[in-house]
């Protein structure tokens, strides 16, 4: 019997932002969720470890086609905010080997692998050169990053790792992070007829929560992080309220 | 093809010496204007034209009288005053690594060009600034009797038929200003070259709280340049951000002569005391500090961003900045020990770069 080689099909996950039960266009900036206006200032993350299930549950890996700026062979980054000025990349551009059939559910990443996540950004191929999505050499890349005014009132969740271990912030710790606080999302669906839907109306129910304090570290400890950080699904025994694929 | 040979020959005779750039290892280029190719015949003249006061109308200030090389190119001004004695609302920017920059001046996004920017400063008349507005032709005969000047704007545009031009003033200052790079702070030898030692203790202690997240000053100083506002070579993306700080409180109404900032471009309300965070580079020798130069020591600012803003009992803005509801979320209040203080402005000195300060070739070219 011979080996039969199936072509990669050339494929796009795509992103969206959702405001509630309806699917915003990509490109929203001004969303009236629960009876108030949000503005949308950032709405960034980062993707990689990406694997579609096929009807039987089998992973098949998610090949990332190299596509300068946003996405190498390993990590895509996500724009769902960008504007007029800036650019926006809503889709996860890759291939998979196989015959193309259904698939029930997706897997995937957001983060960035500790191996790439504290090396200078200036000489970081992209799309890890952003330096708005840098803190510094110590905690590495933000993952997600969601800047958002409700009601007049500005927030913003920045997640990414806590607990590095360096000399200082200026130098990249030589061992993983304690809280490493990469989401690993598991859908259910076929994430090559829906879209994922990173959901707006839980950021927003999570800015209310905090008063408005913004969440940018310290998620386990500090009181403006509980609702965001729980939506996260990095707290044991709670699931993820952020990510639906619709 | 001997005429093609020829024509090569006619024009090789000029050199338009492309300029090398010193930058940390791994650094990215700054991005040139197509039609402004970096040349160092441009730069050296840029350089006499910026310390040259006949490019004022009445002969009084050059670039150089509000933007001087000890000051990190800014002035210890609050609020600059022109050539004709007419006060400026803003404090002199400090240029900085300024070729790295996105956009231009306190709070404006459409300028996104030196050779735009200093239009203003050159033409401007509110205020008035170098008066050039209606002394075009004056100001030209000044430099065109000047055989030196002749000189130097032939080599810096050889191939143009006519030399001595206020587009070629502009591309020679902007081409100049460029080169007011500041990479070579302790800081920078720290982070940049790897030097463990280039910091004292008190420093690196500093800059780890500038850093943190208890303190978020790092989120609008960011990056290299300690600005959300650079593009480089490889950037795909121009960040700019612009922030309310809480130095004066929102306003319903319109007060005349008040600076909005960025509602002065854009008209929104929202924009309304948005300005953009400068760099912080050689911030010790750029004093005072803000858009209107209202903090006058780092202890200020500290003392500033310590409380969350800036509560004002008398003046044209009277109120609680710290109230104001578009005040950036970053800018909550922290509580500061005084070791932490020492270690904080330890760490800004480390952005102090002498060599920067004292380059002989940034300096004015007619001085001893």
Same mark, same amino acid.
């Given at each position: 019997?011979?080996?039969?080689?199936?072509?990669?099909?050339?494929?796009?996950?795509?992103?969206?932002?959702?405001? $509630?039960?309806?699917?915003?266009?990509?490109?929203?900036?001004?969303?009236?969720?629960?009876?108030?206006?949000?503005?949308?200032?950032?709405?960034?993350?980062?993707?990689?470890?990406?694997?579609?299930?096929?009807?039987?549950?089998?992973?098949?890996?998610?090949?990332?086609?190299?596509?300068?700026?946003?996405?190498?062979?390993?990590?895509?980054?996500?724009?769902?905010?960008?504007?007029?000025?800036?650019?926006?990349?809503?889709?996860?551009?890759?291939?998979?080997?196989?015959?193309?059939?259904?698939?029930?559910?997706?897997?995937?990443?957001?983060?960035?692998?500790? =191996?790439?996540?504290?090396?200078?950004?200036?000489?970081?191929?992209?799309?890890?050169? /952003?330096?708005?999505?840098?803190?510094?050499?110590?905690?590495?890349?933000?993952?997600?990053?969601?800047?958002?005014?409700?009601?007049?009132? =500005?927030?913003?969740?920045?997640?990414?790792?806590?607990?590095?271990?360096?000399?200082?912030?200026?130098?990249?710790?030589?061992?993983?992070?304690?809280?490493?606080?990469?989401?690993?999302?598991?859908?259910?669906?076929?994430?090559?007829?829906?879209?994922?839907?990173?959901?707006?109306?839980?950021?927003?129910?999570?800015?209310?929560?905090?008063?408005?304090?913004?969440?940018?570290?310290?998620?386990?400890?500090?009181?403006?992080?509980? =609702?965001?950080?729980?939506?996260?699904?990095?707290?044991?025994?709670?699931?993820?309220?952020?990510?639906?694929?619709? | 093809?001997?005429?093609?040979?020829?024509?090569?020959?006619?024009?090789?005779?000029?050199?338009?010496?492309?300029?090398?750039?010193?930058?940390?290892?791994?650094?990215?280029?700054?991005?040139?204007?197509?039609?402004?190719?970096?040349?160092?015949?441009?730069?050296?003249?840029?350089?006499?034209?910026?310390?040259?006061?006949?490019?004022?109308?009445?002969?009084?200030?050059?670039?150089?009288?509000?933007?001087?090389?000890?000051?990190?190119?800014?002035?210890?001004?609050?609020?600059?005053?022109?050539?004709?004695?007419?006060?400026?609302? /803003?404090?002199?920017?400090?240029?900085?690594?300024?070729?790295?920059?996105?956009?231009?001046?306190?709070?404006?996004?459409?300028?996104?060009?030196?050779?735009?920017?200093?239009?203003?400063?050159?033409?401007?008349?509110?205020?008035?600034?170098?008066?050039?507005?209606?002394?075009?032709?004056?100001?030209?005969?000044?430099?065109?009797?000047?055989?030196?000047?002749?000189?130097?704007?032939?080599?810096?545009?050889?191939?143009?038929?006519?030399?001595?031009?206020?587009?070629?003033?502009?591309?020679?200052?902007?081409?100049?200003?460029?080169?007011?790079?500041?990479?070579?702070?302790?800081?920078?030898?720290?982070?940049?070259?790897?030097?463990?030692?280039?910091?004292?203790?008190?420093?690196?202690?500093?800059?780890?709280?500038?850093?943190?997240? /208890?303190?978020?000053?790092?989120?609008?100083?960011?990056?290299?340049?300690?600005?959300?506002?650079?593009?480089?070579?490889?950037?795909?993306?121009?960040?700019?951000?612009?922030?309310?700080?809480?130095?004066?409180?929102?306003?319903?109404?319109?007060?005349?002569?008040?600076?909005?900032?960025?509602?002065?471009?854009?008209?929104?309300?929202?924009?309304?005391?948005?300005?953009?965070?400068?760099?912080?580079?050689?911030?010790?020798?750029?004093?005072?500090?803000?858009?209107? $130069?209202s903090l006058a020591t780092l202890n200020d600012v500290l003392d500033f961003y310590s409380a969350g803003g800036r509560v004002l009992t008398d003046g044209p803005r009277p109120?609680?900045?710290?109230?104001?509801? $578009?005040?950036?979320?970053?800018?909550?209040?922290?509580?500061?020990?005084?070791? =932490?203080?020492?270690?904080?402005?330890?760490?800004?000195?480390?952005?102090?770069?002498?060599?920067?300060?004292?380059?002989?070739?940034?300096?004015?070219?007619?001085?001893?």
């Amino acid at each position: 019997m011979g080996l039969i080689l199936l072509p990669a099909l050339a494929l796009g996950i795509v992103f969206v932002a959702s405001c $509630g039960s309806g699917t915003t266009k990509a490109e929203v900036r001004f969303g009236i969720v629960g009876g108030e206006r949000a503005t949308l200032h950032s709405l960034q993350f980062y993707v990689h470890a990406i694997e579609l299930l096929d009807e039987h549950g089998r992973p098949h890996p998610f090949r990332f086609a190299v596509s300068a700026p946003w996405q190498n062979e390993q990590v895509a980054l996500i724009d769902l905010a960008g504007d007029s000025t800036t650019a926006q990349h809503i889709a996860v551009q890759g291939s998979i080997g196989g015959d193309g059939g259904a698939y029930s559910g997706i897997r995937l990443t957001v983060g960035v692998p500790f =191996e790439l996540n504290h090396a200078n950004p200036l000489a970081a191929a992209a799309p890890l050169d /952003r330096g708005e999505m840098f803190w510094n050499w110590q905690s590495g890349h933000k993952f997600l990053r969601a800047d958002l005014a409700v009601a007049g009132h =500005e927030w913003a969740f920045h997640l990414g790792s806590t607990g590095c271990s360096s000399a200082s912030a200026l130098r990249p710790p030589a061992q993983p992070c304690a809280q490493p606080n990469e989401m690993q999302i598991e859908l259910r669906g076929d994430p090559l007829r829906g879209v994922v839907s990173l959901r707006l109306d839980t950021l927003i129910a999570a800015a209310r929560a905090a008063n408005y304090v913004v969440c940018t570290g310290d998620y386990q400890v500090d009181p403006a992080c509980k =609702e965001a950080y729980a939506a996260t699904g990095l707290q044991p025994g709670i699931p993820q309220n952020l990510w639906v694929l619709q | 093809m001997l005429l093609l040979l020829l024509a090569l020959a006619a024009t090789g005779c000029a050199r338009e010496t492309p300029y090398q750039w010193h930058l940390p290892p791994g650094f990215p280029q700054p991005r040139i204007p197509d039609d402004n190719a970096l040349t160092v015949e441009k730069i050296e003249l840029g350089r006499h034209l910026f310390y040259d006061k006949r490019l004022s109308a009445n002969g009084t200030q050059a670039c150089a009288s509000c933007h001087q090389q000890s000051h990190a190119f800014s002035e210890p001004a609050a609020i600059a005053t022109g050539s004709t004695g007419q006060k400026h609302h /803003r404090n002199a920017m400090a240029l900085v690594n300024v070729a790295y920059d996105a956009t231009f001046t306190w709070a404006h996004p459409g300028i996104t060009a030196i050779e735009q920017q200093l239009l203003l400063p050159l033409f401007g008349d509110q205020p008035v600034e170098m008066g050039a507005a209606g002394h075009e032709r004056e100001i030209l005969a000044r430099l065109t009797d000047d055989a030196d000047y002749v000189k130097l704007f032939a080599n810096a545009f050889p191939r143009e038929r006519e030399r001595v031009t206020f587009d070629h003033v502009a591309k020679a200052l902007a081409s100049f200003v460029r080169t007011l790079i500041s990479f070579d702070s302790p800081f920078d030898r720290y982070a940049y070259y790897g030097e463990d030692a280039a910091l004292t203790e008190s420093q690196v202690r500093g800059m780890n709280l500038f850093m943190s997240e /208890r303190l978020e000053c790092a989120h609008c100083h960011a990056g290299f340049n300690f600005s959300q506002f650079v593009t480089h070579q490889n950037a795909t993306v121009a960040e700019r951000a612009f922030h309310i700080t809480g130095l004066y409180p929102s306003s319903d109404t319109y007060i005349s002569g008040a600076d909005y900032g960025l509602f002065a471009v854009t008209g929104d309300a929202a924009d309304k005391d948005r300005f953009k965070a400068p760099t912080l580079r050689n911030i010790e020798r750029s004093a005072p500090y803000m858009h209107d $130069g209202s903090l006058a020591t780092l202890n200020d600012v500290l003392d500033f961003y310590s409380a969350g803003g800036r509560v004002l009992t008398d003046g044209p803005r009277p109120g609680d900045g710290r109230a104001h509801p $578009g005040k950036s979320p970053f800018i909550k209040g922290f509580t500061l020990t005084a070791q =932490e203080r020492q270690d904080l402005l330890a760490f800004l000195s480390s952005l102090t770069d002498e060599e920067f300060l004292h380059d002989p070739r940034l300096a004015d070219p007619s001085a001893p």
